[in-house]
């Protein structure tokens, strides 16, 4: 059992390391297989966790869609649970990814925005996910699991220098990381546009001239020593020359290298990105991890860079769908789904897998490719209160476990996995923090009927934006809007100039007394009730506010990720491979992997 024991830990430390020697990892298989029957464990599950980039509740089968086909996401609901009333703890990626690692509101790790910038931009900037922060990964890690996550991470690389990786995936709890350290967006196809930005181009604008400023005052300390004054300051005005050409061509030109790149743990492999072998080279990362780790308890998050625009699709895809590019990326994303839960199926491994399906917030409407459709709900990626930008799909399958074709209609979040598989797993949560999720395997298996989340709060940012109450005793959800975003134009649904909705200053309307909708009555959020049509209406807002009160009283002072000193790119973070600024290398073989 010792022996088993000691086995199991080297296995977990090689899954940081290349295969260096053939000698070990045949004495490491060797040792694994003679362990088996001792080591499985079998009390304890895997978990397959999967995250698709933007993708709208409307665009998927079993959630109404019926002119896109996603019969393997529609198999797995019928096979699991799905929730109806699933949420995400922001309307973008960062934040919301923040709140799901950690369990906890992303204002309480640092990820409450205050202006335009909520998201990370630079994979050269300082900001990220706090160190002291725990994510479940790391307590599963704690409990014996070998972690992995394939794909996106989006939240942040280095702190003070170019390897010091304090916010990469390695020390956040994933012992293997392959993929994307942050996003897939349209500078990472050339030729695509940089639309996803364009809202962002003043605010990009002021900070190239800090950055031109900030390297301006390098400048004469070297020139003064090497030339007289008269000389230096013609040298000045041509540097001031480079440099406002700089400032422009670099955020807009070299952001694809610097942005779009491939890690293999902390190694840049790719840089810049092929978009279209993307999806394969995923899926087979997953594929593979899962098939080292078949024999010992693993967590898997796969977290795709689809349906993120620009749209991407291998081949074989274009075409497929009624709905042009975005249709034929949704039925690629739904057959990377089919290939994972395959892949399970195939290695025996259903029954102690516990797999989970969702996005990380809402589609994005307002985007020209026609992406992300959210139903019936109102609003979009990036609206913290409207339901569309905060409903997304919730699917958990565990066959044995789980009952098969079970629908809840309860309000649950993103942040609830955090606390259910740390149960799952045998693990501690916490006890020094606050954490917002909870344990969901009770509702999920009919144990309970009613959710433990009464109350939610919708940021927008750091703004709270909204609240969900669900009083006891009563199957009303009523949501309260403190704001709403401006839609542009004018009544339009969404906000076409900005291209996504901002929630500070004159793009919002403060409301009071702030909206009141039951969503139970009116999940469209159509029309606001009054005291004359909800007789609840006075309690409504009184109990709300009271709760807002006591939610406020548990956040702490905390440093902001998104500030400018941390979003602003810093040459010497960006993470590289060749010659910087020309970084460029591509991993083009497949016979380097880990054990
Ligand atoms: C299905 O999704 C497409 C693309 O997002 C959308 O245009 C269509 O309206 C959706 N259909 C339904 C019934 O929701
Ligand atoms: C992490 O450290 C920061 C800065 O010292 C502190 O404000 C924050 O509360 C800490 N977070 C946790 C979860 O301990
Ligand atoms: C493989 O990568 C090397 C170096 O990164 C490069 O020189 C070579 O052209 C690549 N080959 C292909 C087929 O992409
Ligand atoms: C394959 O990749 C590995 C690791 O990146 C590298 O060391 C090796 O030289 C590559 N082989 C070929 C044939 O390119």
């Known amino acids: 059992m010792f022996l088993c024991l000691t086995g199991g830990s080297t296995a977990l430390l090689m899954e940081h390391l290349s295969l260096r020697s053939l000698f070990l990892g045949l004495f490491l298989l060797n040792f694994q297989s003679q362990c088996l029957t001792v080591a499985k464990d079998v009390t304890k599950p895997n978990f397959v966790l999967m995250m698709v980039d933007d993708l709208g509740i409307g665009d998927i089968g079993c959630y109404g869609n019926d002119t896109i086909r996603t019969p393997h996401i529609d198999r797995l609901a019928l096979d699991g649970v799905k929730l109806t009333q699933h ?68 939240l942040g690389v280095n702190c003070n220098s170019r390897n010091d990786h304090c916010h990469h995936p390695n020390h956040h709890g994933f012992h293997y990381f392959y993929g994307l350290p942050f996003t897939f967006f349209n500078d990472c196809k050339p030729g695509e546009g940089k639309d996803v930005l364009v809202d962002l181009q003043v605010a990009l604008w002021q900070m190239s001239v800090l950055v031109g400023l900030g390297l301006l005052t390098l400048v004469p300390v070297r020139v003064s020593g090497l ?14 020359c480079t440099l406002g050409f700089t400032v422009w061509f670099v955020p807009f030109e070299l952001l694809q290298r610097w942005n779009c790149i491939i890690m293999r743990n902390q190694q840049v492999v790719e840089q810049p990105m092929e978009a ?10 997953a594929e593979q991890f899962v098939e080292r780790n078949q024999n010992r308890p693993f967590l898997l998050f796969l977290s795709l860079a689809h349906v993120h625009t620009p749209l991407f699709i291998s081949r074989d895809f274009v075409g497929k769908s009624r709905h042009g590019l975005y249709g034929d990326n949704v039925e690629e994303v739904d057959s990377m789904i089919g290939r994972m839960v395959k892949t399970i199926e195939r290695l025996g491994l259903s029954e102690q897998t516990l797999m989970y399906f969702t996005s990380d917030h809402g589609g994005h409407i307002e985007d020209n490719q026609r992406g992300g459709w959210n139903g019936i709900y109102r609003g979009g990626k990036a609206m913290g209160g409207w339901e569309g930008g905060i409903r997304v799909p919730g699917i958990f399958s565990w066959p044995g476990r789980l009952p098969a074709g079970r629908v809840i209609g309860e309000p649950t979040s993103l942040m609830d996995i955090y606390p259910t598989l740390v149960k799952l797993a045998g693990g501690q949560l916490p006890q020094d923090r606050v954490l917002d999720g909870h344990d969901l395997m009770p509702l999920l298996e009919g144990k309970t009927r009613r959710s433990e989340h009464e109350f939610m709060f919708h940021y927008c940012g750091i703004n709270l934006n909204a609240v969900r109450w669900h009083p006891a005793n009563s199957d009303s959800i009523f949501k309260v809007h403190f704001f709403t975003p401006n839609f542009s134009p004018p009544g339009a649904g969404g906000c076409y100039h ?18 009141v909708f039951d969503l139970s009555q009116d999940p469209s959020e159509s029309v606001p009730l009054t005291p004359d049509t909800e007789s609840r209406h006075a309690e409504v807002l009184q109990r709300v506010l009271r709760a807002v009160e006591e939610h406020r ?23 590289c491979c060749g010659t910087f600024p020309f970084c460029s290398c591509s991993e083009n073989n497949t016979s380097i992997n880990t054990l």
């Open 227 to 240: 030339l007289r004054v008269g000389t230096g300051l013609l040298v000045l005005l041509a540097v001031l």
């Open 498 to 515: 900005t291209k996504v909705c901002l929630c500070h200053g004159e793009f919002i309307t403060h409301h009071d007394p702030p909206l």
């Open 553 to 575: 009283r548990t956040l702490r002072p905390v440093e902001p990720q998104l500030s400018w000193s941390n979003i602003l790119w810093k040459p010497w973070l960006q993470p």
């Open 87 to 154: 949420i995400a703890a922001a309307p973008l990626c960062t934040p919301s990814r923040a709140a799901f690692h950690t369990g906890r509101y992303a204002v309480r790790s640092g990820f409450g925005s205050t202006g335009r910038v909520q998201v990370i931009l630079f994979l050269g900037g300082s900001g990220g996910l706090p160190p002291n922060e725990t994510t479940f990964a790391k307590l599963l890690q704690k409990q014996g699991y070998t972690t992995g996550l394939v794909g996106k991470w989006h």
């Open 276 to 285: 279209e072998e993307l999806p394969e080279k995923l899926m087979k990362e």
